[in-house]
C-alpha cells in the first residue's frame, strides 16, 4: 500500500483574505496591465464614469508600468493607493483587475502573471494598455478619447489558448 500524495498547498491569493495578505503578496496581485492608470471622467450629475484611453502622465505606454512607482504620489497627487478597505468603495476598476476580482470572490484568470508564470500573458491576452493608451501629452481634450473596452473583459482573455475552438482574433 502506498500513502496519498498530499495536496499542494493553495497558492496565497487563494490561502488568505486581502486583509491578511503581506505586502509583498499584494504588490503582486498587480497584473501590470495599466488599466488603472488610464484617465477617467465622472459626469458631476449622474456620478457615472467614462474610461478614457489617456494615460497617466507617468504611465510608460509600451511596458504598461508606472515610471516612478514609489515617488509617484509626488508627481501625481490624486494616485490612488489601493487597500483592502478602499476596494469596497471604488467603482472604476476594470473588471480584469487582480484586486477586484479577488474581492468580488473570483479566482484569477489563465493570463494572470501570477498563474502564468509569464508576465507577457497579460499582454497576449489583451488585457493591458499596450497598443492601446494614448499619452498625457499628445491627447488634447479627454472628452475626445472616452471607449468602452477599459471596463470589458477582452473575448481573447476569456479562453485559455490551449482551450479555444479554431482561430481567435479580436
Ligand atoms: S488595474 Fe489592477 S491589476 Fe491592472 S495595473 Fe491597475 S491595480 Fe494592477
Ligand atoms: S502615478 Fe503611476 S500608478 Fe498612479 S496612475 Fe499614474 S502611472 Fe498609475
Not at 496519498?4 to 486583509?19: I, N, Q, S, V
Amino acid at each position: 500500500m502506498t500513502a496519498a500524495a498530499a495536496d499542494p498547498p493553495l497558492p496565497f491569493w487563494k490561502a488568505k483574505p486581502l486583509e491578511r495578505m503581506t505586502r509583498t503578496e499584494w504588490e503582486s496581485l498587480c497584473d501590470g496591465c495599466g488599466r488603472c492608470c488610464l484617465h477617467k471622467l465622472r459626469d458631476e450629475d449622474t456620478d457615472e464614469v467614462a474610461h478614457t484611453n489617456v494615460a497617466c502622465r507617468l504611465l510608460t505606454i509600451e511596458t504598461c508600468r508606472c515610471s516612478d512607482y514609489e515617488n509617484r504620489r509626488a508627481w501625481v497627487p490624486d494616485c490612488v493607493k489601493l487597500t483592502p478597505g478602499r476596494l469596497k468603495r471604488i467603482d472604476w476598476l476594470p473588471p480584469t483587475c487582480a484586486y477586484r476580482v479577488l474581492a468580488e470572490g473570483r479566482d484569477l484568470a489563465w493570463w494572470h502573471p501570477l498563474v502564468s508564470g509569464d508576465p507577457e500573458t497579460v499582454h497576449r491576452a489583451g488585457v493591458s494598455v499596450r497598443g492601446k493608451a494614448v499619452r498625457e501629452r499628445d491627447a488634447g481634450p479627454f472628452e475626445h478619447h472616452i471607449v468602452q473596452w477599459p471596463g470589458q473583459v477582452p473575448r481573447r482573455a476569456a479562453t485559455p489558448p490551449n482551450t479555444r475552438q479554431g482561430s481567435s482574433t479580436r
